[in-house]
């Protein structure tokens, strides 16, 4: 189903303009125009590892929490990305495993640098988790599988935590920005909108001031320079 009405309606992103709606606001008009299929995806992007479903699972899982060298908080990241990665919609799988992958590796290179156990760190199981637990290459042999790998790599050089974690947000901005590119009207498209207008909403609260103008410089470089396979 072609989503026309609702992206035509909805007020244009942007880093320099206050968001008309709140998030709330925002979450309530999409579920309101979604089709049952399309909202069932939205539900798993819309999912926190702290909901309560996930403690629920972890009750239900006692040998996964009893096993598992993670933290809590990581075993419900692993069941929420369980769940983004066995979702009905492509898109919906991809950007799950794209984020997995994304803070693994993040995860990997810091335990890496600093001596930390990497098996306490990874989520997940599959390649590229393996070659982040036990490859000693300086691209954790990745460069064949991930075509983001040397991007990603880059972001670990990072010192200063925030503008890390901003061009974290430019990777992800640029990965929804070509993964909806020529999908006019989609719910691709309504769910990149959904994912885009979060990291707004989530800068806007953490810095007022300089945040739009670093990150969208951000978002500018890094179009420029990276390009996803599909």
Known sequence: MLYHCLLVGLQDLSLDTKQRLTPQQLETEIRENLTKADLKAFDLLCMKPEDEHFSQLLQQNEDLAAESPLREEDLRAQLLYDEGMHSSNAFVRDWFAFNLNLNNILAATICRKHGFDIRKAIVGEGEVQDALRHSN??????????????????????????????????????????????????????????????????????????????????????????????
């Open 137 to 230: 290459a300086k691209d954790f042999g990745l460069a064949a599988v991930l075509p983001e790998i040397d991007d990603i790599l880059r972001l670990s050089e990072v010192e200063d935590l925030y503008e890390r974690e901003k061009k974290t947000d430019a990777l992800r901005w640029a990965w929804l920005e070509d993964r909806t590119l020529f999908r006019y009207f989609e719910a691709e498209n309504v769910f990149a909108y959904w994912l885009q207008a979060q990291m707004l909403f989530r800068w806007d609260i953490l810095n007022k001031e300089e945040g739009a103008r670093i990150f969208r410089e951000l978002i500018a470089d890094m179009k420029r320079d990276i390009k996803f396979a599909n």
